[in-house]
T-cell receptor, first 112, second 114 residues
């Protein structure tokens, strides 16, 4: 079993749809959870950062962490064509950036 | 968010030459920087971890003599691809850690070796 699993997609949705992106993990020591957005031929951009379990909302984006189930989600409301990108989940047990583990990424296309 | 500057964004070189890529944290001190390689439609592949003032730690299978990493200050790390060959052509990305557990990425460098 991989340490972090993520549906690679591609995922295609119509503009305005609600998008749900998910990752599961096996290491119960992970405490820090992040979502990154990566456009083609660009570096990943930090979208959401969450410590431990719970929800966090930022504009159209909501991140959820369920440590008991080892499951994290990113929801995108009112999706836009500009949201078309690859979304990477990442997590860490701590120690100042060491030992980050990334999911393989989900390719999302939002169709106008 | 914090800014990590990476350049050049695109470089073409002849086989056998060396190429240097710079990664700078512009508004924070990066205690640790990471270098990745990414092939089209694939995820990030960690190449090495560099801590300021010490030797880089390379992932298994990454040639340390081929990919020279220098982290001379808390804001600058460089990756030099020595004696580049066409198989080294790839997208290289750096990231920096220094604000708790957040990682910030550079914009990436597309290397093409002819």
């Amino acid at each position: 079993q991989k340490e972090v699993e993520q549906d690679p997609g591609p995922l295609s949705v119509p503009e305005g749809a609600i998008v749900s992106l998910n990752c599961t993990y096996s290491n119960s020591a992970f405490q820090y959870f992040m979502w990154y957005r990566q456009y083609s031929r660009k570096g990943p951009e930090l979208l959401m950062y969450t410590y431990s379990s719970g929800n966090k909302e930022d504009g159209r984006f909501t991140a959820q962490v369920d440590k008991s189930s080892k499951y994290i989600s990113l929801f995108i409301r009112d999706s836009q064509p500009s949201d078309s990108a690859t979304y990477l989940c990442a997590m860490s047990a701590g120690n100042y950036g060491q030992n980050f583990v990334f999911g393989p990424g989900t390719r999302l296309s939002v169709l106008p | 968010g914090a800014v990590v500057s990476q350049h050049p964004s695109w470089v073409i070189c002849k086989s056998g030459t060396s190429v240097k890529i710079e990664c700078r944290s512009l508004d924070f001190q990066a205690t640790t920087m990471f270098w990745y390689r990414q092939f089209p439609k694939q995820s990030l592949m960690l190449m090495a971890t560099s801590n300021e003032g010490s030797k880089a730690t390379y992932e298994q299978g990454v040639e340390k003599d081929k990919f020279l990493i220098n982290h001379a200050s808390l804001t600058l790390s460089t990756l030099t691809v020595t004696s580049a060959h066409p198989e080294d052509s790839s997208f290289y990305i750096c990231s920096a850690s220094g604000l708790g557990e957040k990682l910030f990425f550079g914009s990436g460098t597309q290397l093409s070796v002819l």
